[in-house]
């Protein structure tokens, strides 16, 4: 199973928008193929201090995909080869 985290904060419009992209494209994959995290940095100091600048920020089995806007396209195909 493919991990995707997503880390983002309370009240920001781009990690809600990165969310809708995620939860479309992980919908029209089999059930139980990606395992989606979402963590804030505002509950994680770490998390804060490493990606403050870059929210939302997208994680693949723990392996930056990307930043600020997420491409529909760009995360099926990342998702594709993952699995």
Same mark, same amino acid.
């Given at each position: 199973?493919?991990? =995707? ?13 990165a ?8 919908? %029209? =994959?089999? %059930?139980?193929?990606? %395992? ?6 505002s ?5 804060y ?6 929210i ?6 723990? %392996? ?10 760009? =995360? ?6 993952a699995?």
């Amino acid at each position: 199973m493919t991990r =995707l985290t997503l880390i983002g904060k309370p009240d920001c419009h781009l990690c809600d928008v990165a969310r809708d992209v995620v939860e479309t494209v992980v919908a %029209e =994959l089999p %059930e139980d193929a990606v %395992e989606v995290e979402e963590r804030s940095i505002s509950d994680d100091p770490a998390l804060y201090a490493q990606w403050w600048e870059k929210i939302p920020v997208v994680l693949i089995d723990g %392996e930056l995909h990307g930043h600020w806007r997420v491409s529909p396209d760009r =995360l099926r195909a990342a998702l594709a080869s993952a699995g």
